[in-house]
């Protein structure tokens, strides 16, 4: 594919698309995850990502889903983490296909999808990611995040990050 992807926000006919792309990568990244069953935001994608307050863009070459990214309103579940009365959004379902990474298309998407909840009036971007998901820290650290926890669970070690907009 020589194409350059072109990103798009997603619409109703692309959401069968946009989940089996984003079921699948899950899969490959968290087998042990994607045995537990489908997590509630892609069980209700189209409620939560088009209807609701979630966003929701892919970057598509030659007709193919090749990466996505989306965000959902922060739910306050991690106690350690307090975003009391500022607008909170949580950076979730970032996949790239192998072929497409290392190409700055990651750091685009991204980009979108800061603008978009600037332009929501997003205060606060917040994501966690883990240690064993090659050069993930690093491209959030890149993007202006800043790592505010790091849970002492030996296998996941979750990372908490987050950006003020």
């Given amino acids: 594919m020589n194409q350059r992807p072109v990103l798009q926000a997603v619409t109703a006919a692309d959401s069968t698309a946009v ?3 984003v079921l699948e990568a899950r899969a490959e990244l968290f087998p042990k995850l994607s045995a537990t069953g489908m997590p509630d935001d892609l069980a209700r994608f189209e409620a939560t990502y088009l209807q609701g307050d979630g966003q929701f863009l892919i ?3 030659e007709g193919q889903i090749v990466a996505a990214i989306g965000y959902l309103p ?3 579940r991690f106690p350690q983490l307090d975003y009391q009365g500022l607008k909170t959004v949580e950076v979730v ?3 790239v296909l192998p072929a497409f990474r290392r190409s700055g298309l990651a750091g685009e998407l991204y980009r979108a999808l800061e603008a978009k909840a600037r332009a929501d009036g997003v205060e606060v ?3 966690h990611t883990h240690p064993f998901l090659p050069g993930a820290i690093d491209f959030w650290l890149r993007q202006g995040f800043e790592i505010v926890d790091v ?3 030996p296998v996941w070690q979750t ?3 987050q950006r003020y907009l």
Avoid: C, I, S, W
């Fill in 125 to 127: 971007v917040y994501l």
């Fill in 93 to 95: 379902r970032l996949f």
């Fill in 159 to 161: 990372t908490h990050m």
């Fill in 74 to 76: 922060y739910d306050g």
């Fill in 59 to 61: 970057a598509r070459a």
């Fill in 151 to 153: 849970e002492a669970d």
């Fill in 19 to 21: 989940l089996a792309f």
